[in-house]
């Protein structure tokens, strides 16, 4: 009797239905590892601005793969050679491609674990799935990490024009609202070929990348570095900064188990990569337990702490009162920073020590188009490669591939400083 296929189809609000393609990648679907990022949201706090941004890694990662399985499709007809192993690691790869994200994502990348990234968690995660699933996500780690010899599938994963970004910049615009950031993705898709094994596209799609990458500067200034965003994360980066605090000197505080484990421990990145003093086993297993409900539960309880600092930030970040803050294109001057630290010492009532909690600063920076990773090269009609900064009408390669970068200055509402206030301690 021929064994019935557990393909399954998902009904997406972007795309409409998405295909499972294949047993395997259900299985992973379905594992413990990858359904944890149901409750780790997509875009961390900015549902404090856009409240409809509440869609999370889970529904992402099932786009991206939903992109690139249209990719492999768009590439074979094209007459590419892909054969089944590796069009199944390509699905693995960019399905698990963001399963190292912490709770709210992006916020607490170097809160919980201050020296690895998302993607060595990635990583790590990867191999530990790979010894549960019998090796075989080799080949689909090895795509992840670029070591595979055919280059053109890590470019579908980790590029300029990757699945990844494709399937966030639709899926951020549609949940947030924000039009600005819709881009064609099936046109771009569309347009991929391959040549000398890279990723090119055809140079009918040369307006469609020109929007896609116009769209992701729009987005990260209207939604991914929204100030009030920055500032809700700021806020919570310093509940688990004094969390952590408290901890260490032994003060008795309520946590999840899972959360525990992170604020107990400094997780190095020697331990991430099983070379350090703790079991990178052990690493994986309470990440797998940690999401964006361990956070919530854990601030509720702390807003009644009798610690005064935990407890203030705590009720900023649940109840969204959130600093004040200030953004520009120069650092803000010593002077400026000192006063906003007295002024809130004086109105909170605590020591020099302690303010920094409440009043800090820092930069946030952008740049669309990074001339350092593999380069969006164009397939010109007559057979020719050209970078699109060549060939593009309207692209400024030297203005979107320049890093762009914003000062941040937060304090307390209270102290109802002005702009002009600030700024008039600015230097001449």
Same mark, same amino acid.
């Given at each position: ?11 997406? +609000? ?6 499972? +393609?294949?047993?395997?990648? &259900? ?41 690139? %399985? ?7 007809? /094209? ?8 069009? @199944? ?19 607490? @990348? ?30 689909? #780690? ?10 053109? &599938? ?48 055809? @140079? ?36 688990? /900064? ?5 901890? @260490? ?9 899972? &959360? ?29 337990? &940690? ?14 702490? #009798?610690?005064?600092?935990? %407890? ?18 120069? +650092? ?80 307390? /509402? ?15």
């Amino acid at each position: 009797m021929k064994k019935n296929s557990k393909r399954k189809i998902v009904n997406d +609000p972007v795309y409409g239905f998405i295909d499972i +393609p294949g047993d395997f990648i &259900l299985e992973l679907i379905e594992s413990k590892w990858f359904q944890r990022l149901r409750h780790i949201k997509q875009l961390g706090l900015t549902n404090y601005v856009y409240p409809g941004a509440n869609h999370t890694r889970f529904q992402h990662s099932l786009g991206a793969l939903h992109l690139m %399985s249209l990719a492999i499709e768009t590439l074979k007809i /094209k007459g590419a050679h892909i054969n089944k192993d590796e069009e @199944e690691a390509a699905y693995a790869a960019i399905l698990l491609h963001d399963i190292g994200h912490g709770p709210f994502s992006h916020a607490l @990348e170097n809160s919980l674990i201050p020296e690895g990234t998302h993607e060595d968690i990635s990583l790590l995660l990867m191999q530990v799935i790979n010894r549960e699933f019998d090796g075989r996500l080799a080949l689909a #780690t090895e795509i992840f990490l670029g070591e595979y010899h055919r280059h053109f &599938l890590h470019d579908l994963v980790t590029g300029q024009t990757d699945m990844d970004r494709l399937d966030y910049l639709s899926r951020d615009s549609y949940f947030t609202g924000v039009i600005e950031g819709s881009v064609g993705s099936d046109r771009i898709i569309k347009m991929l070929n391959i040549v000398d094994d890279r990723l090119v596209i055809e @140079e009918k799609g040369i307006y469609s990348i020109e929007n896609f990458l116009i769209a992701r500067r729009l987005m990260y200034w209207q939604v991914y570095m929204h100030k009030t965003v920055i500032a809700a994360e700021r806020v919570l980066v310093a509940v688990l /900064k004094r969390a952590r605090e408290l901890v @260490e000197m032994g003060e008795e505080i309520y946590l999840t188990p899972s &959360l525990a484990y992170f604020l107990q421990n400094r997780i190095s990145k020697a331990d991430i990569m099983g070379k350090g003093n703790l079991d990178k086993e052990e690493i994986a297993s309470n990440f797998s337990r &940690l999401d964006d409900n361990d956070i919530f539960q854990c601030a509720k309880i702390w807003m009644d702490h #009798t610690d005064k600092i935990l %407890s203030t930030l705590c009720t900023s970040f649940i109840h969204r009162k959130l600093p004040a803050i200030e953004l520009k294109n120069e +650092p803000f001057s010593p002077e400026s920073v000192s006063l906003c630290k007295t002024l809130a010492g004086d109105l909170m009532r605590i020591g020099p020590n302690m303010v920094d909690y409440f009043v800090f600063t820092g930069e946030v920076s952008n740049r669309t188009y990074a001339p350092d990773e593999p380069q969006v090269n164009i397939l010109l009609k007559n057979g020719e490669i050209k970078n699109i900064s060549e060939v593009s009408e309207m692209f400024d390669h030297r203005a979107l591939s320049q890093k762009t970068i914003k000062y941040f200055l937060c304090y307390p /509402k209270k102290m109802r400083l002005t702009t002009s206030d600030l700024w008039s301690l600015q230097p001449e």
